[in-house]
């Protein structure tokens, strides 16, 4: 990097400081916006850590740097970062860039402010109130709570403490917090609220083939918990499996929830979004029956990191009485206003960035009806990709999806034909690996391998970003072949 003069301090000169700003935000709209949307452009360029350490020169000295340095310094972020607004990024749950949302979170990030009091947030504080009430509506309640938080693993983190004060157990008897899939987030969860592992144990409840929960194991661990004189208190469901995309079967878990008067929450991190959908939105039936769910719009409806709701039935203001220090210094009881407004007391941190505003500001632009259409479509073109699959030598699908995540191995030349061999399975997964490097390193793509209980590795291709069309499904594929074609 060129020197030059260096940037004297931009403190108290609002232009110099505008100025600045104007080329940033011109940088961004060029390398982000324009290229890192363009299914011409590479969605990475990938760099091994040490020659990335050395390309941007990280630093931090004690004198400054002059605005073109720091200008550069921008565009190198930018160039060696991972494009997830990519139509060619299919490796998260979340993808893609909507405008509307974006111009939120800019918004947010200028103005600066925590989410904790109406003093100080007086338009977020009512923005998210709506925007939670409007969620709930969705779920199918009419009352409740609830509050954005940083992700669904830290709603999971949570639900320990809420689920005791609710149900009012006394920690005389071990507790088991009975659940599937999330076995990990559970486990921190405890870890985070100091529960010790003879007062709280996580259970794993058998998933059938499909990865749903099987609600008569559910039924028998709990019989088989009360039976060794623990006390369950929490089920978690999940709607829309990271992995699978598979929703469990929540009439029936709620029915065994009830029976003994169990927390009933639904993890729908990735699948909340299809109660839009008029034509999907059976997959989640009876998710009005839970007493808490995890939504996370940054993903299917592109929110932007990170938009996570935590809605709760209960109206008994369980938030506060949960995580509440009444910090005299933030919540005076004699404020000149409705102290009610004072959100910091719900959550473990108190204070919290502004989540509310990029989903508000979207669904503004788009309606109810836009984001509709944005998961129906995200739900026909995994269709058609699965339909486009089944036409090609060398794809076999894992399994029919659901939802949005098409599941699948590739078999390369060598292999096809070959499935009555003994290394058959061993070697078929080798192959992602090797495609997911080949890829990676070109920049033409990425998208995500995993084993899966007995499965070797298979590709997980996510349909998320609202830009994608048939073209791209594809490319997709013509990739993988193009990639595999020697293996």
Not at 86 to 115: C, K, M, W, Y
Not at 444 to 470: C, E, I, K
């Amino acid at each position: 990097m060129a020197d030059s003069e260096p940037l004297l301090s931009l403190d108290g000169d609002p232009v110099a400081a505008e100025a600045l700003l104007r080329d940033v935000f011109g940088i961004v709209v060029d390398e982000v916006i324009r290229k890192g949307t363009s299914a011409s452009e590479k969605v990475c360029e990938w760099k091994e850590p040490e020659e990335l350490k050395q390309l941007l020169d990280l630093e931090l000295r004690s004198h400054g740097e002059s605005r073109e340095q720091i200008l550069e310094r921008c565009r190198a972020v930018i160039r060696y970062s991972v494009k997830t607004c990519h139509p060619h990024f299919f490796n998260q749950l979340f993808s893609g860039l909507d405008p509307h949302a974006l111009a939120g979170r800019i918004v947010t990030e200028s103005l600066n402010t925590s989410q904790y009091t109406y003093e100080i947030a007086p338009v977020f504080v009512l923005m998210e109130e709506e925007v939670l009430k409007k969620l709930r509506a969705l779920v199918g309640w009419s009352s409740g709570d609830g509050v954005f938080c940083p992700g669904g693993v830290i709603s999971l983190c949570f639900l320990s403490s809420w689920a005791r004060a609710k149900l009012e157990r006394s920690c005389s008897a071990p507790r088991i917090l009975v659940f599937t899939q999330r076995l990990h987030a559970l486990g921190r969860g405890a870890a985070v609220l100091g529960a010790a592992q003879d007062i709280q144990r996580v259970v794993r409840v058998t998933s059938g083939s499909w990865g749903k929960m099987i609600p008569e194991d559910l039924e028998r661990q709990i019989s088989l918990a009360k039976a060794e004189g623990a006390v369950p208190f929490l089920v978690t469901a999940t709607s829309g499996t990271t992995v699978l995309g598979a929703f469990d079967p929540l009439e029936a878990i709620a029915d065994v929830c009830q029976r003994h008067g169990l927390w009933l929450h639904v993890d729908a991190a990735w699948g909340g979004s299809v109660l839009l959908s008029q034509t999907h939105r059976h997959l989640l039936a009876g998710i009005q029956r839970a007493d808490s769910v995890a939504w996370n719009p940054h993903k299917l409806l592109t929110a932007g990191l990170q938009c996570s709701a935590l809605l709760l039935r209960d109206t008994s203001n369980l938030l506060k009485r949960c995580h509440g220090s009444q910090a005299s210094y933030l919540f005076q009881q004699d404020k000149f206003y409705d102290v009610a407004l004072d959100t910091g007391d719900k959550v473990v941190q108190c204070g919290r960035r502004v989540d509310c505003l990029k989903l508000w500001l979207m669904w503004k632009a788009q309606g109810g009806q836009g984001l509709e259409q944005r998961v129906d479509q995200a739900f026909a073109l995994a269709r058609y990709l699965v339909e486009e699959l089944k036409k090609r030598e060398g794809f076999e699908l894992v399994m029919e999806p659901e939802f949005v995540n098409v599941c699948f191995w590739f078999v390369p030349p060598s292999l096809r034909g070959k499935q009555g061999s003994p290394d058959y399975a061993e070697r078929l997964a080798k192959v992602a690996p090797v495609l997911k490097e080949r890829m990676v390193k070109e920049g033409s793509m990425m998208v995500g391998y995993q084993p899966h209980g007995t499965r070797g590795n298979f590709f997980r291709m996510v349909v998320a970003n609202p830009a994608l069309t048939q073209a791209d499904m594809d490319f997709f594929l013509n990739e993988l072949e193009r990639l595999g074609q020697d293996l």
